[in-house]
Structures are given as C-alpha cells and as structure tokens.
C-alpha cells in the first residue's frame, strides 16, 4: 500500500477536492483505496459520508497513531491510502507529512499562493519527501496559470494538467461525488493528474533494480 498525503499550508488551496477526487479516481482504476483526514475541518470526511459505496473507505485516527494505524493497514489488502491535512504546520499536517511515500500539493495560481509555498515544500523538504504541484482553480492557458507553472516547475514535478476553476468540482464535494460522472472536461483533467500521480507513486525506478552479482 502506498501513501499519497495531500499538503498546503494554505487553506483553500484545493487540498481536499484533490483528495477525493484522485480516491475516487484510483477506485474507478480498479484499486482499494482508503482515506484518513488529518484535518479537524474534515472536509474530506464529511464528502465520504455522503456516500454509499464501501470503497473508498475511510478511518478515523489521530496524529499519535497514524503511524501505527498505517503500518497495520499493510495487511488490509490495499493499494493507496490518501490523507487529507490541514492547512497549517499542526502536528496533523506534520504526521501526514512523515507518513507519505509522496505528497501531491496543490497550489492556487495567484501571487499570495505562490509566495507562501515556500513555507509548504520546507516542511517537505525537513522530511526529505518526495513530492509534486498541481495547479487548481486556475483557468487553462490563462497568463497566471502559465506564470504559476512556470515558477513550481523550478522547484518540482507538476502535473501536467491544471484542474480547473469548475463549478462541477465544488458542487460535487457536496454531494459526496466526484466531478468527472458529469463534467467531460473535468473528467479528462482528474484522469490525466492522476496518471501523473500515480506514476509517481506505482512505477518502479529502474535505477532501484537489484544488479546481478557476479
Ligand atoms: N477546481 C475547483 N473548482 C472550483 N472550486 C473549487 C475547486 N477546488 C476547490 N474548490 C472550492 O474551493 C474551496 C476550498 O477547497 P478545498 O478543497 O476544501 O481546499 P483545502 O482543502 O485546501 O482547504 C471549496 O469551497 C471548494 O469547493
Ligand atoms: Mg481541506
């Protein structure tokens, strides 16, 4: 099982839509994916509750366990476990940092977003984790996107779509849904950060393979 953890230090950045609809995403790619939302908001959480299906699943933990709680979800037959922090340097937000095998953040392509990330890929960064931006709420080609891409690409990975600033997405964090049943153009958005995500994430470093010993 790997661990994708969702990080900003900004609130309002996405950090949530995100979550759910990459989870919702990787069931639809057929994986048993789970959720663990670090933020007392629990915006992630109550999206789930309105939903029926078992998969995604969600557990509550508290940032004392979570370390516990993961290593004890290796024998649960699982493929992702997502977990949603909160929009600050909490001992929340820390934890889910320390427990990712990747951390997807998201970023608003204005100034005061892009000025303040430097505080989020810091505390990455403490923790010597791998990580990678995707631009939300932005309009597709508009300057601030393009400037935005181009400043996070110095830093990291970016996705190589932007989901967009779509009313689709907000209306189904609502309703416990995920944009893309829908949205055709946001279908294709959240499929092709996703694919980037998950390669991150799945595909195996060839550098990493064991040489032969002769
Ligand atoms: N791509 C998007 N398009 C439109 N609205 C969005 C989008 N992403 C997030 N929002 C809205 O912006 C607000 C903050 O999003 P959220 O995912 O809760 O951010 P965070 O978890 O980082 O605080 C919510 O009202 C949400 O519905
Ligand atoms: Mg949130």
């Not at 600033?165 to 499929?191: C, F, H, P, T, W």
Request: proline letters at 4%; glycine letters at 6%.
């Amino acid at each position: 099982m790997k661990v994708l953890t969702v990080a900003n230090r900004k609130g309002g950045a996405g950090k949530s839509t995100c979550a759910a609809h990459l989870a919702l995403e990787a069931t639809r790619a057929g994986m048993r994916v789970i959720l663990i939302d670090m933020d007392p908001q629990k915006t992630l959480e109550n999206w789930w509750n309105k939903r029926e299906e078992e998969n995604p699943f969600l557990i509550d933990v508290v940032a004392s366990d979570l370390r516990t709680t993961i290593h004890d979800l290796e024998t649960n037959n699982l493929d992702l476990c997502i977990v949603d922090t909160p929009g600050d340097a909490s001992m929340n937000a820390v934890v889910g940092i320390e427990v990712a095998d990747l951390i997807l953040i998201p970023t608003k392509p204005t100034a005061p977003d892009l000025t303040a990330i430097g505080r989020t890929i810091s505390m990455v960064e403490d923790n010597n984790k791998k990580f990678c931006f995707v631009i939300t709420q932005g309009i597709n080609r508009a300057k601030s996107t393009l400037q935005a891409a181009s400043v996070l690409s110095q830093f990291g990975p970016l996705a190589p779509s932007v989901i967009s600033n779509r009313i689709s997405y907000a209306n189904a964090m609502g309703q416990g849904d995920s944009a893309v049943l829908l949205d055709k153009s946001a279908e294709v958005e959240i499929q092709e950060v996703w694919s980037f995500v998950s390669n991150m994430l799945f595909k195996k470093n060839s550098n990493n393979k064991k040489k032969m010993v002769i």
